[in-house]
Structure formats: structure tokens, C-alpha cells
């Protein structure tokens, strides 16, 4: 009984240590929001983006809608540089998109590759649809099914952060889920 304790009070600890809003400077590898230009309209929707801090099913948006999706799973994911494999806090905000998607079946996204200001256009673009596929292929693989997702890449033409500095390009390297 004691081991059960400890072990739930390990996963609490270890899931609470996961939430962070942005991704540590620098890195910008993990999940999270970016709560600047990506929140109102476009492509990446309405919102203000990141891990929900409110549980599945509790939100205080429409059902099925983007503000719920950014509420209650989060609606980004990030990249380290010049890569596209998913981190552990990416995983765990991908997970919540899977509870999410599984609750809503008639809801389809598309997912954003997107990319830092640095590197060539053609690069980018390759990158960036990297970053969409590899995002795409998890919620496959997950079990929701691949028609509902449609995936882009943006490249470097969407920044959520303007600036040339190591946090903004971290900002950058994202894949973005939006319902449509």
C-alpha cells in the first residue's frame, strides 16, 4: 500500500513538473504556449495557446471548439533546433489532443509546421512539414484517425515571435494544431 502511495504522489510530482507554460529559454523544446501573435485568428486559431491549465471536459469554451482545444489539451507542441522528433513534454500535450479529439470525433485539425527565422526557405519549408508529419503520425498512432488531420508547413513565414534572439526562435520551432 505504501509503494501505491508513493507512486501516485511520483506521478503527481512528475506531471505538475510538466505544465510549464513556455518552454525553458533557450530550448524551447518542450509543450506550451507561446502567448503572443499565433493566439487570435489565422492559422493557428483563436486563443492564447499552450498546455490547459483547466481539466478535460471543464472548459469554459464551446465544446469542440479552438479555445476548448487550447484550454483543455493545448494546441502547440516544440521543436529543438533543426529538429523534429518529439520531446517528453510534446508527447504529454499530444496525449491530452488525443483524450481531446477521441471526446469530439467529428472534430478535424490541421497541423502547422512552423519553423525559426534561421536557415534557408526551401529548409524551412522541409522542416516544417517534418515537424507537422511527425505531430500528425502521433496522433495516428494514437488511434485517431488520419483523415481528420490535414497537415502544413509554414516554414519560417509565420513567427510567433518577431525578434531575433535565441527565446523568439525557440517560440518558433512549434507545430500548431487547429480545429477546422
Excluded: H
Excluded at 99 to 122: H, M, S
Amino acid at each position: 500500500m505504501k509503494a501505491w502511495t508513493l507512486a501516485c504522489i511520483a506521478g503527481t510530482i512528475l506531471l505538475a513538473a510538466c505544465s510549464s507554460e513556455t518552454p525553458p529559454a533557450g530550448t524551447a523544446d518542450g509543450a506550451g504556449g507561446a502567448g503572443s501573435a499565433g493566439g487570435a485568428g489565422g492559422a493557428y486559431g483563436s486563443g492564447s495557446g499552450g498546455v490547459g491549465a483547466t481539466p478535460l471536459g471543464a472548459s469554459s469554451a464551446t465544446p469542440g471548439s479552438q479555445e476548448d482545444l487550447v484550454q483543455a489539451a493545448g494546441d502547440r507542441i516544440f521543436f529543438g533546433t533543426d529538429q523534429s522528433t518529439l520531446s517528453t513534454q510534446a508527447r504529454g500535450t499530444l496525449d491530452r489532443q488525443v483524450e481531446w479529439l477521441r471526446k469530439y470525433p467529428q472534430v478535424n485539425v490541421w497541423v502547422a509546421g512552423n519553423c525559426d527565422e534561421r536557415g534557408t526557405e526551401e529548409y524551412n519549408l522541409a522542416l516544417g512539414q517534418r515537424r507537422a508529419n511527425t505531430d500528425r503520425d502521433y496522433l495516428v498512432a494514437q488511434g485517431i484517425a488520419s483523415a481528420r488531420i490535414e497537415t502544413i508547413s509554414y516554414g519560417k513565414s509565420r513567427p510567433i515571435d518577431p525578434a531575433s534572439t535565441p527565446n523568439a526562435w525557440g517560440q518558433n520551432r512549434n507545430a500548431i494544431t487547429s480545429v477546422r
